[in-house]
């Protein structure tokens, strides 16, 4: 099994969420929710995402990854904005090399800038370029390359509803002459159906391609979703989320079936 400090801090946000009910307000606002769940809002976001990993590499032992995802809006004139998203994630898992012992470490910066255009009849739009740089500790946690592309958000909140994704494709520049090319796609949907008193229904699905393999190997596919709460401790509002996902589709490689996704999201609305 993996060493407990590698799990602490999923292990923290687990019992800061159970304890919550004693001293946290529930948020009853739609408006208000449906920002906290709008990419595009005015609100900075700052997501924890830990996702265990079952199956990786066809191994008993899970793979630990936390993300981290703040989301700054910065904006330049009127309903123009430009949001700021740079992604850092956190590894520990076990080395594929020897096939014995765990890798914990950091893995590639990958920072996203999008333009946007906010509130088009509900409908928010933005495009912009991400970029994805070699800081991975350990050769097994990173591509090894400088890989850039184009990026896209769409978000739309019709009633109850928050509905949209992120969609980018990455390709490699430059980089370790050692490590093969990178040529993928992603797609992270997100859609909420906000219930009462802080509660809604998620399902934030990560769709991947690599392009460099072949058709049969090049999908990663999830399929679940989960439900999470709102609330406010102090004067500040936090979310926890709890999803389950099955891969429908996966490459051999990876081998993960099952992943278990929690995520604690703080905002600081304007």
Known sequence: MLPRTRYSSLYIFLG????LPAYAKNTSDLELLKDFENPLSNIVSIPLQN???FG???KDQPQYILKLIPQ???RIYENIKVITRPILPIYSQVNILTQRGHIFG???FNPQFYLAHVHIEKTSVGIGPLFSLPTATNRQLGSGKVSAGPGMILATTPGKWVLGFYANNLWSF???KNQPRVNTFNLEAFSYYNLSNGWYIASLPQITADWTLKHTQRWTVPVGGGGGYVFKVNKHFVSGTFQAFYNVAVPSSVGTK???RFTLNFFFPE
């Open 258 to 260: 099952w992943t278990a």
């Open 106 to 108: 950091i893995g590639d």
């Open 174 to 176: 430059a980089g370790s």
């Open 56 to 58: 990786f590499a066809d």
């Open 72 to 74: 700054i809006p910065i």
């Open 16 to 19: 800061f969420l159970c304890f």
């Open 51 to 53: 996702d265990l990993n």
